[in-house]
């Protein structure tokens, strides 16, 4: 089968590879799209648990080609997705019910073998059926995972008023949330003016152009137009210079949320007077487990919007370009590789 096939970071290819052999518990998915996410820079330049020799993808979507002897719920040609998390179960936090923080953490696409190939193989319990969803909708679920697991961190009380920065594709799935869990005033800040009218689209109650050479340009429009400031400040760009001016958004006893993922060696300062003085919540939101089930429900039941957010596709030979474009193209909110 052709795979994009790491050897060490920023060095890849597209080659043929052995199919994978399947065990009794799990299924062969043949893949038909895959997300790109900012995650995969990362994974590009040996971060975010990067372990090579690497097939990347986690954001992948197919059909059963096969199911192990001891797999009843799946049969060849059902259409389904896939959650990339594999927990160990037994190790100390794992044992404590917390099994996002898993000591042996494995994951489809990150340290283990991804969907950016023809085939994947996929432990039973991790599959999901998509149904009446479409491979477009299918790549989506697992951005929008990640999206209810920040929801679940955030903890949004109805009538909060919520700054998020960012306008990328899980940004603007947490946006969505946001506004269905109560927010009673949402407000996007982001550079990009095509990307700003989509989250107005989405639900967005108000837009802020972010200028990325004059930052004192969107903080004095921020102050003047919400003088006390948000109850949640929320960073989904992973840009620090982003990142160090979230406190000056947020109202006493406001929650700021690291959603965004930031290089491993960025380093920001906050004032820890205003921490105190204020009593500021710092909060992350780091990918999901368990989560899967209920993004496909907000995506089924029209909570989650997808369609207006795949708006660049590459075939697999061409991982490289959709790496590009992710990483320093413009214009774009989702990418997908077509395996099909």
């Known amino acids: 089968m052709k795979a994009v ?48 020799p690497l097939i990347p993808g986690h954001e992948f979507v197919g ?3 096969a199911v192990g ?12 997705c896939a959650d990339n998390t594999e927990l160990c179960g037994y190790c100390y936090y794992c044992r404590r019910n917390q099994p996002l923080y898993c000591e042996n953490f494995y994951s489809l696409g990150v340290n283990g073998p991804g969907g950016f190939a023809e085939y994947v193989a996929v432990n039973r319990d991790k599959v999901f059926p998509l149904n009446e969803l479409s491979y477009d909708q299918g790549v989506m679920v697992e951005p929008t995972a ?8 955030i903890g949004v009380r109805p009538g909060d008023e919520v700054l998020m920065f960012g306008t990328g594709p899980t940004g603007l799935i947490l946006a969505q949330l946001l ?55 929320i960073d989904a760009t992973g840009a620090k210079e982003v990142i160090g001016h979230m406190t000056k958004f947020a109202k006493k006893g406001a929650k700021i949320v690291i ?5 491993h060696d960025d380093e920001v300062s906050f004032s820890p007077y205003e921490v105190f003085q204020k009593e500021l919540k710092i909060i992350g939101s780091f990918a999901q487990t368990h989560c899967f089930d209920r993004a ?12 207006p957010l795949v708006t660049h596709r590459f075939p697999l030979e061409e991982f490289g370009k959709a790496m590009e474009q992710v990483e320093s193209g413009r214009g774009h909110i989702k990418v997908v590789v077509d395996v099909r």
Do not use: N
């Open 5 to 52: 096939y790491y050897t060490q970071a920023e060095r890849f290819s597209v080659r043929e590879i052995d199919l994978p052999e399947i065990k009794e518990h799990q299924i062969l998915l043949k893949v038909k799209a895959c997300g790109v996410c900012r995650t995969d820079v990362h994974l590009h330049h040996g971060e975010f648990m990067a372990k090579y």
């Open 63 to 65: 059909e059963v080609a």
């Open 69 to 80: 002897k001891g797999v009843t719920e799946f049969a060849v040609g059902d259409r389904v």
């Open 146 to 153: 990640c999206a209810v697991h920040g929801l679940d961190v």
């Open 179 to 233: 506004k269905h869990a109560g927010a009673a005033k949402l407000v996007v800040a982001a550079s990009d003016e095509r990307k700003l009218e989509v989250a107005r689209e989405l639900g967005a109650d108000e837009a802020v152009k972010l200028d990325r050479q004059d930052y004192s340009v969107h903080e004095r429009e921020l102050r003047e137009r919400f003088t006390r400031g948000f109850d949640i400040v």
């Open 259 to 263: 959603y965004g993922v930031a290089s």
């Open 296 to 307: 496909i429900a907000y995506i089924r039941g029209g909570v989650v919007r997808t369609e």
